[in-house]
Protein backbone atom coordinates (compact mmCIF):
# COMPACT_ATOMS: atom_id res chain seq x y z
CA UNK A 1 0.00 0.00 0.00
CA UNK A 2 0.99 3.86 -0.08
CA UNK A 3 1.78 5.44 2.64
CA UNK A 4 1.23 8.93 3.15
CA UNK A 5 3.65 11.28 4.98
CA UNK A 6 1.51 14.61 6.04
CA UNK A 7 3.84 17.23 7.67
CA UNK A 8 3.38 19.43 9.80
CA UNK A 9 0.53 17.57 12.00
CA UNK A 10 0.02 21.14 13.49
CA UNK A 11 0.74 24.68 12.75
CA UNK A 12 -0.57 27.98 13.80
CA UNK A 13 -0.77 30.81 12.05
CA UNK A 14 -1.98 34.43 12.07
CA UNK A 15 -4.93 36.12 9.39
CA UNK A 16 -3.07 37.26 6.37
CA UNK A 17 -0.09 34.76 6.93
CA UNK A 18 1.06 32.04 4.22
CA UNK A 19 0.70 28.28 5.24
CA UNK A 20 2.05 25.42 3.22
CA UNK A 21 1.70 21.59 4.29
CA UNK A 22 3.85 18.81 2.74
CA UNK A 23 2.45 15.33 1.76
CA UNK A 24 5.21 12.56 0.50
CA UNK A 25 4.00 9.45 -1.18
CA UNK A 26 6.14 6.37 -0.15
CA UNK A 27 6.49 5.93 -4.47
CA UNK A 28 5.20 7.73 -7.20
CA UNK A 29 1.68 8.69 -7.35
CA UNK A 30 2.27 10.99 -10.86
CA UNK A 31 -0.53 13.87 -10.19
CA UNK A 32 -3.27 11.63 -8.36
CA UNK A 33 -3.65 13.38 -4.88
CA UNK A 34 -6.43 15.61 -3.50
CA UNK A 35 -6.34 18.23 -1.04
CA UNK A 36 -9.25 18.24 1.85
CA UNK A 37 -10.44 20.73 3.98
CA UNK A 38 -12.51 18.85 6.94
CA UNK A 39 -14.25 21.90 10.04
CA UNK A 40 -15.33 19.96 13.18
CA UNK A 41 -18.37 17.77 12.99
CA UNK A 42 -18.59 17.93 9.62
CA UNK A 43 -17.59 15.74 6.42
CA UNK A 44 -14.11 16.82 4.27
CA UNK A 45 -14.49 19.26 1.39
CA UNK A 46 -12.31 18.73 -1.65
CA UNK A 47 -10.15 22.00 -2.14
CA UNK A 48 -7.69 20.81 -4.59
CA UNK A 49 -7.85 17.85 -7.19
CA UNK A 50 -5.31 16.30 -9.63
CA UNK A 51 -2.37 17.96 -7.45
CA UNK A 52 -2.90 21.41 -8.81
CA UNK A 53 -6.39 21.86 -9.70
CA UNK A 54 -8.55 24.21 -7.58
CA UNK A 55 -11.71 22.51 -7.29
CA UNK A 56 -14.92 24.86 -8.39
CA UNK A 57 -16.11 27.64 -5.80
CA UNK A 58 -13.13 27.36 -3.73
CA UNK A 59 -11.44 30.67 -3.54
CA UNK A 60 -7.86 31.15 -5.11
CA UNK A 61 -5.65 31.39 -2.03
CA UNK A 62 -5.60 27.82 -2.07
CA UNK A 63 -3.08 26.61 -4.26
CA UNK A 64 -1.38 23.17 -4.42
CA UNK A 65 1.78 22.15 -6.36
CA UNK A 66 4.16 18.75 -7.41
CA UNK A 67 3.95 15.64 -8.61
CA UNK A 68 5.50 12.04 -8.37
CA UNK A 69 6.19 12.30 -4.96
CA UNK A 70 6.45 15.56 -3.34
CA UNK A 71 3.38 17.86 -3.02
CA UNK A 72 2.19 21.11 -1.71
CA UNK A 73 -0.63 22.59 0.14
CA UNK A 74 -0.59 26.44 0.13
CA UNK A 75 -2.55 28.98 1.79
CA UNK A 76 -1.86 32.56 0.52
CA UNK A 77 -3.33 35.27 3.32
CA UNK A 78 -5.02 33.27 5.27
CA UNK A 79 -9.09 34.38 6.30
CA UNK A 80 -10.64 33.02 9.98
CA UNK A 81 -12.18 30.70 7.59
CA UNK A 82 -9.55 28.52 6.81
CA UNK A 83 -8.64 27.10 10.96
CA UNK A 84 -9.53 23.90 9.97
CA UNK A 85 -7.81 20.42 9.79
CA UNK A 86 -5.98 19.90 6.04
CA UNK A 87 -5.71 16.01 4.53
CA UNK A 88 -3.84 14.93 1.54
CA UNK A 89 -5.40 11.61 -0.51
CA UNK A 90 -4.02 9.66 -3.04
CA UNK A 91 -5.96 8.11 -5.74
CA UNK A 92 -3.47 6.77 -8.00
CA UNK A 93 -4.16 3.48 -6.85
CA UNK A 94 -6.53 0.63 -4.62
CA UNK A 95 -6.40 1.11 -1.53
CA UNK A 96 -6.42 4.70 -1.65
CA UNK A 97 -4.95 6.49 1.51
CA UNK A 98 -5.13 9.78 3.54
CA UNK A 99 -2.15 11.45 5.17
CA UNK A 100 -2.27 11.90 8.60
CA UNK A 101 -4.28 15.59 8.81
CA UNK A 102 -2.71 19.03 9.42
CA UNK A 103 -4.63 21.19 12.12
CA UNK A 104 -4.20 24.71 11.19
CA UNK A 105 -5.67 26.73 14.44
CA UNK A 106 -5.16 30.80 15.25
CA UNK A 107 -1.95 31.72 16.68
CA UNK B 1 -27.35 17.98 -7.06
CA UNK B 2 -25.50 15.42 -5.34
CA UNK B 3 -27.05 13.99 -2.65
CA UNK B 4 -25.76 11.19 -0.38
CA UNK B 5 -27.45 10.39 2.70
CA UNK B 6 -26.16 7.91 5.00
CA UNK B 7 -27.96 5.64 7.50
CA UNK B 8 -27.67 2.83 9.49
CA UNK B 9 -25.47 3.95 12.43
CA UNK B 10 -25.85 2.62 15.76
CA UNK B 11 -24.20 0.95 19.60
CA UNK B 12 -23.49 -2.38 18.53
CA UNK B 13 -21.07 -4.91 20.86
CA UNK B 14 -18.04 -6.16 20.31
CA UNK B 15 -18.22 -9.11 17.62
CA UNK B 16 -21.63 -7.64 16.62
CA UNK B 17 -22.72 -7.06 13.10
CA UNK B 18 -24.34 -4.16 11.50
CA UNK B 19 -25.31 -2.70 7.88
CA UNK B 20 -24.82 1.17 6.59
CA UNK B 21 -27.02 2.29 3.92
CA UNK B 22 -26.23 5.07 1.59
CA UNK B 23 -29.24 6.86 -0.53
CA UNK B 24 -27.67 8.10 -3.66
CA UNK B 25 -29.39 11.07 -5.77
CA UNK B 26 -28.57 13.76 -8.22
CA UNK B 27 -25.81 11.78 -10.30
CA UNK B 28 -25.90 8.43 -12.65
CA UNK B 29 -25.68 5.87 -9.53
CA UNK B 30 -25.38 2.80 -11.57
CA UNK B 31 -22.48 4.13 -13.44
CA UNK B 32 -20.22 5.31 -10.76
CA UNK B 33 -17.74 3.26 -8.39
CA UNK B 34 -18.58 4.26 -4.77
CA UNK B 35 -16.77 4.12 -1.46
CA UNK B 36 -16.54 4.26 2.19
CA UNK B 37 -14.56 6.10 4.74
CA UNK B 38 -14.18 6.17 8.18
CA UNK B 39 -13.21 8.69 10.85
CA UNK B 40 -12.72 7.55 14.62
CA UNK B 41 -13.36 10.03 17.22
CA UNK B 42 -10.72 12.77 17.36
CA UNK B 43 -8.85 11.07 14.55
CA UNK B 44 -7.52 11.07 10.57
CA UNK B 45 -9.87 10.18 7.51
CA UNK B 46 -9.17 5.99 6.78
CA UNK B 47 -10.51 4.79 3.58
CA UNK B 48 -12.38 1.78 4.01
CA UNK B 49 -12.99 0.00 0.48
CA UNK B 50 -14.96 0.78 -2.73
CA UNK B 51 -17.12 -0.38 -5.12
CA UNK B 52 -17.25 -0.43 -8.94
CA UNK B 53 -20.20 -0.55 -11.42
CA UNK B 54 -22.13 -3.69 -12.76
CA UNK B 55 -20.68 -2.90 -15.79
CA UNK B 56 -17.20 -2.97 -14.48
CA UNK B 57 -18.03 -6.27 -12.70
CA UNK B 58 -19.25 -5.40 -9.40
CA UNK B 59 -15.36 -5.21 -8.20
CA UNK B 60 -14.39 -4.60 -4.70
CA UNK B 61 -11.13 -3.68 -2.71
CA UNK B 62 -11.00 -3.39 1.30
CA UNK B 63 -8.79 -1.70 3.19
CA UNK B 64 -6.01 -4.33 5.01
CA UNK B 65 -8.13 -3.70 8.73
CA UNK B 66 -11.30 -4.66 7.30
CA UNK B 67 -10.74 -7.32 4.74
CA UNK B 68 -12.54 -10.14 5.45
CA UNK B 69 -14.97 -8.50 7.85
CA UNK B 70 -16.62 -5.40 6.05
CA UNK B 71 -19.05 -6.22 2.85
CA UNK B 72 -19.89 -3.35 -0.14
CA UNK B 73 -22.96 -4.03 -1.96
CA UNK B 74 -24.90 -1.88 -4.17
CA UNK B 75 -28.90 -1.84 -5.35
CA UNK B 76 -28.94 0.34 -8.72
CA UNK B 77 -32.66 -0.48 -8.76
CA UNK B 78 -32.73 1.68 -5.56
CA UNK B 79 -29.38 4.00 -5.60
CA UNK B 80 -28.53 2.49 -2.80
CA UNK B 81 -24.98 1.29 -1.83
CA UNK B 82 -24.43 -0.51 1.56
CA UNK B 83 -21.71 -1.20 3.59
CA UNK B 84 -22.49 -5.03 5.81
CA UNK B 85 -19.75 -5.18 8.95
CA UNK B 86 -19.17 -7.89 11.06
CA UNK B 87 -17.22 -9.69 13.79
CA UNK B 88 -17.04 -5.61 14.75
CA UNK B 89 -14.15 -4.29 17.18
CA UNK B 90 -13.91 -1.18 19.19
CA UNK B 91 -11.53 0.57 17.14
CA UNK B 92 -14.54 -0.27 14.03
CA UNK B 93 -15.76 3.08 16.18
CA UNK B 94 -16.16 6.30 14.15
CA UNK B 95 -18.27 7.95 11.73
CA UNK B 96 -18.97 6.28 8.41
CA UNK B 97 -19.15 8.64 5.47
CA UNK B 98 -20.49 7.39 2.00
CA UNK B 99 -18.34 9.21 -0.96
CA UNK B 100 -17.54 9.30 -4.59
CA UNK B 101 -15.54 11.50 -7.19
CA UNK B 102 -16.05 11.21 -10.50
CA UNK B 103 -16.05 13.75 -13.80
CA UNK B 104 -19.12 15.06 -15.39
CA UNK B 105 -18.48 16.76 -18.74
CA UNK B 106 -15.06 18.13 -17.50
CA UNK B 107 -16.33 19.01 -13.73
CA UNK B 108 -14.45 17.31 -11.09
CA UNK B 109 -17.48 16.11 -8.43
CA UNK B 110 -16.07 14.98 -5.15
CA UNK B 111 -19.08 14.45 -2.82
CA UNK B 112 -19.46 13.16 0.74
CA UNK B 113 -22.58 12.45 3.14
CA UNK B 114 -23.28 13.47 6.53
CA UNK B 115 -21.66 10.30 8.04
CA UNK B 116 -23.15 7.79 10.01
CA UNK B 117 -21.37 6.99 13.55
CA UNK B 118 -21.36 3.49 14.92
CA UNK B 119 -20.00 2.63 18.30
CA UNK B 120 -18.64 -0.75 18.93
CA UNK B 121 -18.94 -0.72 22.91
CA UNK B 122 -19.44 -3.43 25.61
Known amino acids: DIQMAQSPSSLSASVGDRVTITCRASQSISFYLNWYQQKPGRAPEVLIY???NLQTGVPSRFSGSGSGTEFTLTITNVHPEDFATYYC?????????FGQGTRVDIK | EVQLVESGGGLVKPGGSLRLSCAASGFPFADTWMTWVRQAPGKGLEWVGR??????????DYAAPVKGRFTLSRDDSTNTLFLQLRSLKTEDTGVYYC?????????????WGQGTLVTVSS
Open chain 1, 50 to 52: GAS
Open chain 2, 51 to 60: IETKADGEKT
Open chain 1, 89 to 97: LQTYETPRT
Open chain 2, 99 to 111: TTDFYDYGDYIDS
